[in-house]
């Protein structure tokens, strides 16, 4: 958050729900890809891309200096995600969820 900021709690909040109102209307991932391409730069956006590779790396129980290994993710980094996925708000884990519920439906749309 910007120091200089004045927004009280109520309106930062509000502009926090504008912005997750606005991605929960996105139905695809190109467009999920897009708006995040226009909202964020290409550092943030990595960034971004990079804790969720972690997620993925840490549900298979992979160790901290391994998934640096294989990422370039900071320690720091890794263990906060750790710490987020294990005592956060629930986020990872109901993307987590959503993606794997996703899959399933793909495949027995499509099955090979």
Known sequence: MKPNRNDSARKRRQNEDALFSAFSCLETSDECR???KDLCTPAELQALVDRWQVVALLKQDMPYRKIHDLTGVSVTTIGRVARFLHDG???YETALSRVD??????????PH
């Open 34 to 36: 897009n708006f995040l």
């Open 101 to 110: 519920q996703s899959v399933a439906a793909r495949k027995t749309q499509h």
């Open 89 to 91: 708000f629930g986020g």
